[in-house]
């Protein structure tokens, strides 16, 4: 399986912005939904967003309004666009390049990167 190569991480105060990329090599990521997820300590890894193959999108209720995700087909690279930073979204964040949508939710298939920290300070 393909790993992706997430960056962008960082420091930030409350309020700021980041922007989050996933380079993805291989030549199935225009075919698969692909999505963010983060994992902060001690709690279990979940969704942030999702994109489809087709670009249609869904957030997690926690980064509504917030949040954005994209996608550059042409240069295999997953974006997460995030504005309004609050400290409870201090995590590390991964990108999966194959997620499937079974029975309600999004499930991870593809391979796992190294992430990268976003740490927001108060």
């Known amino acids: 399986q393909v790993q992706p190569v997430e960056s962008g991480g960082g420091l930030v105060q409350a309020g700021g912005s980041l922007r989050l990329s996933c380079a993805v090599s291989g030549t199935t990521f225009r075919f698969n939904a692909i999505g963010w997820y983060r994992q902060a300590p001690g709690k279990q890894r979940e969704l942030v967003a999702a994109?489809?193959?087709?670009?249609?999108?869904d957030y997690s209720d926690f980064v509504k309004g917030r949040f954005t995700i994209s996608r550059d087909n042409n240069k295999n690279t997953l974006y997460l666009q995030m504005n309004s930073l609050k400290p409870e979204d201090t995590a590390v964040y991964y990108c999966?390049?194959?997620?499937?949508?079974?029975?309600?939710?999004?499930?991870?298939?593809?391979?796992w990167g190294q992430g990268t920290q976003v740490t927001v300070s108060s």
């Open positions: 999966n390049a194959e997620i499937k949508y079974v029975l309600g939710r999004w499930v991870p298939r593809g391979s």
């Open positions: 994109i489809s193959n087709g670009g249609n999108t």
